[in-house]
């Protein structure tokens, strides 16, 4: 049995096997084999267990997500089947007597590369998916980890894990994840908390720990590699308390958020995907305060299209029957990077070119993601929110769009909700001249995360700053206070969507403040549903 000890990101504990992941795409080199008919045979071997996944994933699908969805397992076992695209293999590996990752490498480059110059539409699209199947075969090749097909659950060990790798892994199969870098407010550590799954960070990790029984203990940021008996049994008696504990606080479900001495808060859930609104609904949370909406397209390979944006937010809505369901549009840059963006590299890209920057300059992207949203309010009660504003004109220019997408869906007669709109106070800009933007909108968010990080002026991807990142530090404390008073003047409701607004020790300062809506983690909501109801 080994102890080692890191930092928690997220409470609870997880007992399991660990799984040691290695990173999706391989950066395969070029090796000079003896023995080429062994690597043929190598190949071979690989692309059967390939299949084999492809099938199980087929199956999975068709449970999941339907037969048309499904579909696009199948188009894969039959690229790999194409004879055009073995016989290049066996080419590369015999002619140029090279190992089989190399040659599978080169040869998804090559077709991908002859379908993305065809005219045909159809055919130009299959450049991705001839992508896909290769890097799926070196990565049984060289026995690498894919997060998105896990087949059992398992705790997940991992050099570092960047926000677009941890929302492509099986949520269902995920019982926590270990890592050596990351920070405590990195977006990875906040997807953990929405997820409610034990995270640490600062573990100095090790490939042989594969396979093996451990214990995350996320109270006190240890893992604990081969545990003794003994101390497995400690471990599972504290989860059973843990859950009597949970069914306990299930009993204020369905009970109002309301102070003894009358004030109701709004208590709203935070997410990243359509997946997570079942555990928002089963922590009886009032509404949805954040949707990251940009997990949608960190999801992808791809711009997703207008309409699975709509079907997305329309799903959500409808789930949520009538409860409020904030939007916040595209917010990447900074540590959620998507590759199909080509963005250019930054010196500073929390400080660059990201979030409303990139939609009030692309303006296209923009305004499909509004389109998708407005079309998908009549279906339910959602409000829009835009995040990383810093002045007046942003504000109107993002009304005006607004209004520009409304015209068209007039003129197409397809019917739209009455849609509130707000903005992410997230900038010490928005909170200093939140007098004048109050009159242009119906509500504030305040995100500390990014207040703190921008007042601070600290990294909050930096974990050597992790431990002055100090979200309690009177600048932010003050410039809540600020956000909140000038919001009242001009009838704006002011709500907390940052990780600060979970902080159980808060719960009764913010309300003191004045805040009227504090936006969570779903685990979080019955826990300060209980704070609130005793104040
Ligand atoms: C914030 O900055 O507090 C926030 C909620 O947004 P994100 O964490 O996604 O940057
Ligand atoms: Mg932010």
Known sequence: MDTYTGKSIFNGIAIGRILFYKKGEQAVTRIKVQDVEAEVARYKEARQSALKQLRQLYDKAIEEVGEVNAMIFEIHQMMLEDEDYNDSIYNIIRNDGVNAEFAVATTGDNFSRMFAEMEDEYFKARAADVKDISERIVNVLVGATSGKDLTEPVILVADDLAPSETVQLDKSKLLAFVTLHGSANSHTAILARTMNIPALIGIAIDESWNGKMAVVDGKHGKLIIDPEYSVLEQYMEEQKKEKEARALLAELKGLPDMTKDGKEIKLYANIGSVADVANVL???????????????????????????????????????????????????????????????????????????????????????????????????????????????????????????????????????????????????????????????????????????????????????????????????????QIVIDNGHKEGCWVGICGELGADLSLTETFINMGIDELSVSPTFILPIRKIIREL
């Open 282 to 480: 089963a922590n009886d949370a009032n509404g949805i305060g954040l949707f990251r909406s940009e997990f949608l397209y960190l999801e992808k390979n791809t711009y997703p299209t207008e309409d699975e944006q709509f079907m997305a937010y329309k799903t959500v809505a409808q789930n949520m029957a009538g409860k409020k369901v904030i939007i916040r549009t595209l917010d990447i840059g900074a540590d959620k990077q998507v590759d199909y963006f080509d963005m250019e590299q930054e010196e500073n890209p929390a400080m660059g070119y990201r979030a409303i920057r990139i939609c009030l300059d692309r303006t296209d992207i923009f305004k499909t993601q509004l389109r998708a949203l407005y079309r998908a309010s009549a279906f339910g009660n959602i409000a829009i929110m835009f995040p990383m504003i810093i002045s007046l004109s942003e504000v109107q220019e993002v009304k005006r769009i607004c209004e520009e997408v409304k015209n068209e869906l007039d003129e197409n007669s397809i019917s739209y909700g009455n849609v509130e709109l707000g903005i992410m106070i997230e900038t010490p800009a928005a909170a200093m001249i939140s007098d004048i933007l109050a009159k242009e909108v119906d509500f504030f968010s305040i995100g500390t995360n990014d207040l703190t990080q921008y007042t601070l002026a600290i990294d909050r991807q930096n974990p050597k700053l992790d431990n002055i990142y100090d979200a309690y530090h009177p600048a932010v404390m003050r410039m809540i």
